[in-house]
């Protein structure tokens, strides 16, 4: 980076600290098993972002045993979405705590739904946050599902058995997918191919930032 590169990047990140117009901001969205935590975990370290995984912030609910969590619970057990009016204002409130804390964010599983994509976009006019990258992971349908299982022996999440798993798949093509649609519509995508070596990913990732 040459001397007026590193003179507007120092200016930048310490403006975007009373200033999110600076923060990268980003959805990272892609189907259960694509590999969305691991990469999201590393684009928060380069990117120096919060990341907002409403899966986790659910599962640490559950844990809790927050009304949300108990409230949560039976949903995510059977592989189905939680209502959207719980997640929209979920997710609202991490928002506005963001923005006032001036960080940049990184949206991971959220939004799900057609309803969830609209509700974002208006809750992204009312913060006047203009700039969202939305990066978009795929791999094919086999390799997911080895995935999920694979995962589920490893880490025992409760909702990574076989019919669990074909039921979020489900529930993706049926309720999700829809939301990569309005995107294409809406805003530019940046899209990722989600099959091979995690590394190779992220710098893919990486290159459609710039
Ligand atoms: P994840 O860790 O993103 O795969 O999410 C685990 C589970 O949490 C999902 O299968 C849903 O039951 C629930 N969940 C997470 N994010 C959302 C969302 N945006 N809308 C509705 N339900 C969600």
């Known amino acids: 980076?040459?001397?007026t590169g590193l003179c507007i990047r120092i200016f930048a990140e310490n403006f975007s600290i009373h200033n999110s117009?600076?923060?990268?901001?980003?959805?990272?969205?892609?189907?259960?098993?694509?590999?969305?935590?691991?990469?999201?975990?590393?684009?928060?370290?380069?990117?120096?972002l919060h990341h907002i995984s409403t899966g986790d912030i659910l599962?640490?609910?559950v844990k809790a045993g927050t009304p949300?969590?108990?409230?949560?619970?039976?949903?995510?057990?059977?592989?189905?979405?939680?209502p959207d009016e719980v997640i929209i204002g979920l997710v609202r409130e991490v928002l506005l705590r963001d923005q006032a804390e001036g960080k940049g964010f990184l949206l991971d599983g959220f939004p799900r739904t057609v309803a969830q994509a609209e509700a974002?976009?208006?809750?992204?006019?009312?913060?006047?946050?203009p700039d969202v990258h939305i990066v978009?992971?795929?791999?094919?349908?086999?390799?997911?599902?080895?995935?999920?299982?694979?995962?589920?022996?490893?880490?025992?999440?409760s909702d990574d058995t076989e019919e669990t798993i074909r039921r979020r798949l489900e529930v993706y093509h049926d309720q999700t997918s829809?939301?990569?649609?309005?995107?294409n519509k809406y805003r530019s995508v940046h899209s990722v191919d989600g099959l091979g070596d995690i590394d190779e990913i992220t710098r893919r990732i990486h290159r459609t930032l710039g």
């Open 1 to 3: 980076m040459g001397h």
């Open 21 to 48: 117009q600076f923060n990268m901001n980003l959805i990272l969205f892609g189907p259960p098993g694509v590999g969305k935590g691991t990469q999201a975990e590393r684009l928060r370290d380069h990117y120096h």
């Open 59 to 61: 599962r640490a609910a």
């Open 68 to 82: 949300l969590g108990l409230e949560a619970k039976k949903y995510m057990d059977s592989g189905g979405l939680v």
């Open 120 to 129: 974002l976009e208006k809750i992204f006019s009312e913060l006047a946050i």
């Open 136 to 157: 978009s992971l795929d791999a094919p349908e086999d390799e997911l599902v080895t995935r999920l299982v694979k995962r589920g022996l490893e880490s025992g999440r």
């Open 178 to 183: 829809p939301v990569q649609e309005y995107y």
